[in-house]
């Protein structure tokens, strides 16, 4: 049994109760073994629940209402952005001409696709300041990837074959050392200072004739803006490496500040996230990738491209690193992020910035009274809090988040990144009320009031959740995932 209420499917299976039926074969049996090996038939009827339409209805909804998301609650999840989906975007997916097109047909055929495609492009390189983008790339560790493989490209095309080291910042995002790997290249920790960003001086000792590119965050997983990036840039160009922009934090300085004028080389950018993609539940995604000129040559194919009043897929690349997706990216997400750049217009974008500064700040001010701010200063969308106070008192920084679960939020990220101890990253993001941010603050403010009078409430949450505090080495590690009869 789940909960008292609501049993498991096959717990209330009963002989000859029907949920649906299936049509009738349309394939005569005796020639089924010329479509399929015999081994591939079955010989004996599945043991499948059997249950009414209405058991199998309640069932789903009932999980439905278990699962956590931005429309059902607050999401505070630092660095990934889990913000509000405007219904616009999917009314727009969902337009006849853009949903039941397939990605097979004719370029003749399906201009309009191609050119949302093309002026989506054109809007993302105005938004970042590079010179083309590619649409290609799956979602963000994917694009962080494709970009890597440029750059990789780009040095071997000139002879430097022995750039192959990453320079990452010891707070980066654990996608960056990880793509740098797959994409066949070493990684490098460059250290913080003591106000959160990079030290310039450990950046000069690193750099060399084996740089291939310092991969960023800008603002940095802190939240915090690396005010000295143009420095920054001149010490990785005048080693001859490139700079990476890791867009996850994108929103924190959109139509305020452009990557590319920032002296970065490639960017890629999240549209399930600052653009407003549905993201959860493992995708999709989508991870478009921007590139100065001279890394253009090196881009996936096919590129699209506007012949006069005409769109097509150009795929005479001769330096292309390849096609990296099938087709030409998660389409359906594309089309969100064309949307939600539409409806807002330059002055909507500008406003998503400050206001997710805004959140920030106001959050970060009214809970550093009762939480460590391992960096007081102002933050850009997101802040970290630590929970080393709590700590000394018998309160981990897990048993917070677990806490939380009871008033209903997702927790914020904790734990990361690893630079702050009992690290907690919260970000409210800019489509949250002060209404809302104000009940998580209470929510926190009794939480650290409970770690200092009674911490076992804290300690043994969450107390009203459907499951309790699991085994987490347990099912990790022998996890449970098909239904066991007793």
């Known amino acids: 049994m789940n909960n008292a209420n609501q049993p498991l499917i096959f717990e209330i299976t009963k002989p000859g109760r ?36 209405l058991d199998i209805m309640r069932h789903y909804t009932a999980l439905s209402k278990r699962n956590h998301g931005v429309d059902s609650g607050f999401y505070p999840l630092g660095s990934c952005t889990m913000k509000y989906n405007p219904k616009i975007n999917e009314v727009v997916a969902r337009y006849p001409g853009l949903a039941h097109i397939h990605p097979l047909q004719d370029e003749s055929s399906v201009q309009g696709a191609l050119e949302l495609l093309f002026d989506l492009q054109e809007h993302l390189i105005e938004i970042t300041g590079m010179d083309e983008v590619t649409l290609q790339p799956a979602a963000g560790a994917h694009g962080e990837w494709t970009g890597l493989m440029m750059i990789r490209a780009f040095h071997e095309a000139n002879g430097d074959t022995q750039r192959t080291k990453v320079i990452v910042p010891d707070s980066a995002h654990g996608t960056n050392p990880a793509s740098a790997t797959v994409a066949g290249l070493e990684t490098v920790t460059v250290k913080s200072n003591e106000n959160g960003l990079v030290d310039l001086e450990d950046l000069r000792s690193l750099v060399g004739p084996d740089t291939a590119a310092l991969m960023l ?114 389409f359906g997400i594309n089309v969100r992020a064309y949307t939600y750049i539409r409806t807002m217009g330059p002055d909507g974008l500008q406003a998503v910035t400050e206001n997710a500064v805004i959140n920030a ?20 969308h997101e802040f970290v809090l630590s929970g080393k106070r709590q700590k000394k008192l018998g309160v981990r920084t897990l048993d917070i988040a677990k806490r939380l679960l009871d008033f209903g939020y997702h927790p914020p990220t904790i734990y990361f990144p690893l630079n702050v101890e009992e690290c907690m990253m919260i970000e409210p993001t800019e489509t949250e009320s002060k209404e809302t941010l104000d009940a998580f603050i209470d929510a926190m403010i009794q939480i650290a009031k409970e770690t200092e009078e009674n911490p076992e409430i804290v300690q043994e949450a969450p107390h009203n959740t459907v499951i309790k505090r699991l085994d987490e080495t347990q099912a990790a590690r022998k996890p449970i995932l098909k239904y066991q009869e007793a």
Do not use: W
């Open 361 to 380: 700040n106001y959050m970060m001010r009214r809970l550093a009274e009762y939480y460590d701010l391992p960096y007081d200063r102002h933050c850009k």
């Open 18 to 53: 029907v949920g649906y039926s299936l049509p009738e074969l349309d394939v005569p049996e005796t020639e089924l073994t010329e479509y399929l090996p015999t081994d591939y038939l079955r010989v004996e009827e599945p043991n499948l629940p059997e249950v009414a339409e």
């Open 217 to 330: 965050t800008n603002p940095n997983t802190l939240g915090l803006f690396e005010e000295n990036i143009l420095e920054m840039a001149e010490i990785v160009h005048g080693a001859g490496g490139k700079l990476y922009y890791d867009g996850a934090n994108l929103n924190a300085v959109l139509s305020k500040a452009r990557p590319g004028d920032m002296g970065f080389d490639v960017v890629h950018l999240n549209l399930h996230k600052t653009f407003t993609g549905p993201h959860g539940g493992g995708g999709p995604g989508s991870g478009p990738v921007g590139v100065k000129k001279e890394l253009i040559p090196f881009l996936p194919k096919p590129v699209i491209v506007k012949n006069g009043d005409e769109y097509a897929f150009d795929y005479d690349r001769p330096q292309s690193i390849g096609r990296v997706k099938p087709y030409y990216g998660n």
